[in-house]
């Protein structure tokens, strides 16, 4: 009888210890898995806006080149000038992208060759929007180089004749070539370097002495420009 307590009292125990125990068990196994919290890392890139835009200083450097239909060997040659320009680019994709430049100038135009005594014939604002589509290489790092080709049309307005009481030079379609630099300081900031070359080629008509001229002036200008680039 003394020996068979200790057995029943160790028992009673053991099985309450298991009654307390199982359905804690049982609620952990019950209990739904939870996912883990993703961990923020510093490592995430922002998208990039497909806009950009850049503001340049722009040469523009014409060939000094046409005629006068009427007069043979004449000659026409051109002032070059220096303008501020903007020029605004949407990414289709990574590489390739459209671009719109916008800027206005003036060109004084001269006789040349047999006609270099009229001196200044007229002077005539020129507006030549131009958009190119272009493609970027993109495995330079921060250089960023592109070449692209489009399309120029150039429009002439408040112009005045010297040497001619009148002048129309006739609003006009050209090609367009470029290649340029971009170099990014940072994903927005950026210093850029660009080259154009525009096939433009007006016709004009003008009156000189009372006479009716007409002929075609040869431009052809080189654009050449440096600024700043800003990717949104």
Known sequence: ??????????????????MLVAPAAMAADLAPAQEPVPQATGDAIEAQSPWQVRVR???VIT????????????????????IPELDISYYLTDNIAAELILGTTYAN????D???????IGKTWVLPP???????????????????????????????????????????FGAALQVGADYMVNDHWGV????????????????????????????????????????F
């Open 130 to 172: 131009t958009l190119t589509l272009q493609y970027h290489f993109t495995d330079f790092g921060a250089f960023k180089p592109y070449v692209g080709a489009g399309v120029n049309y150039t429009m002439f307005y408040n112009q005045s004749g010297a040497a001619a009481s009148d002048l129309n030079v006739k609003d006009s």
């Open 57 to 59: 200083g722009l040469g």
């Open 192 to 231: 850029n370097f660009d080259v154009k070359k525009l096939f433009l080629r007006p016709e004009y008509e003008t009156t000189i002495g009372g006479n009716a001229y007409t002929g075609k002036a040869k431009l052809d200008p080189w654009l050449i420009g440096a600024g700043v680039t800003y990717r």
């Open 114 to 120: 047999s006609v270099a005594f009229l001196g200044k």
């Open 109 to 112: 135009i001269y006789g040349d």
């Open 1 to 18: 009888m003394t020996a068979a307590r200790p057995l029943r009292e160790r028992a009673l125990a053991t099985t309450a210890l298991l």
């Open 63 to 82: 060939n000094d080149s046409g005629s006068v239909d009427q007069i043979p060997g004449s000659g026409l040659s051109y002032s070059d000038s220096v």
